[in-house]
């Protein structure tokens, strides 16, 4: 059997907000932001763009362009931190929306890996058989847990969702997840953390710790996850990583040797949007034409928890 990524779908709050105009109340800069991270502008959500509207708006496009109805799915797992209820699950509210009767629903937190984590779980379950079409969502609403008077944290975040729909099947020519490296790590967890209470909610970071941890994980379980999978680094078209810091993304590309061109960005417009990352980069690129059925490609993330991963698909 084999499992594929059978369509994708992205949705980015209608406010996008630039670093000039962050700047009017923050004390921070376009050049400081643009130098230091890559960042441009970042898309805020308003009070009616909650997470499962969001999720569900990508899911809706993901499901179109599979070619399959919500009664099909099997599964729907939302990879958030942020899902803003305690009950009921982004996922089962993305399933009332899009009458996604037959599937069962829940959330996974693995921060910034939500997507990966989510992609690892629906695989697992779909190679045993418990379902033919999952739902796999990342997204989060990462601004609204920002103390917008820390210029540290403030400056790097926007809200998104991103989904995609995972087939099963048995066509000889259909690509397949071919491997996973995946850990976390927490003891680390104080680097970057973040409470629900009411008088502490706001997001905390160590950057620098967690920028050293990115570099040194990213290009090590990206080796990992390629060798599990027989592939070479250089048969693979595009890199596509969590979107947290363009400098960490060189840092990889440099590490890995493998030239720039083959890890796109979208942070001069949407910013670190934790889960949504790489789903909302995906769909970006499929819907431009970037990718094509039978290109390797590599998927990789890291954040809070401290979590990470890679995978190697043939799309
Ligand atoms: O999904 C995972 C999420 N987290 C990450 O990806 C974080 C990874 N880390 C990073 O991206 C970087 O560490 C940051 C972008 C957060 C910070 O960049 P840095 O090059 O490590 O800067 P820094 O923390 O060493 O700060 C340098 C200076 C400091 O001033 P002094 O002490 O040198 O006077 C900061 O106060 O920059 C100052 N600064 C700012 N200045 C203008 C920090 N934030 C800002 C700001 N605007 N927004």
Known sequence: ????????????????????ELAKTVDTSDEWIRSRTGIGARHIAGPEEELDVLGAAAAEQALARAGISAEELGLIIYGTATAGYVTPSAACRVQARI???NAVCFDLNAACSGFLYSMYTAESMMRMGRCRYALII???????????????????????????VLAATDAEDAGDILSFSMGSNGSKGAVLSCRTLPEDHYLTMNGQEVFRFAVRTVPACIRDALEKAGAEKEEVKYFILHQANARIIEAAAKRLEMPLDRFPMNLPDTANTSAGTIPVLLDQMNR???????DLLVLSGFGGGL?????????
């Open 99 to 101: 009458g996604a009767v």
């Open 1 to 20: 059997m084999k499992i594929i990524i059978a369509g994708t779908g992205s949705a980015l709050p209608v406010r996008s907000v630039t670093n000039d």
């Open 288 to 294: 431009d034409g970037r990718l094509q059925r039978g």
């Open 138 to 164: 990342g997204g989060d609403m990462v601004t609204r847990y920002l103390n917008w008077e820390d210029r540290s944290t403030c400056v790097l975040f926007g809200d998104a969702a991103g989904a995609a």
């Open 307 to 315: 979590t990470w991963g890679a995978a190697v698909l043939r799309y």
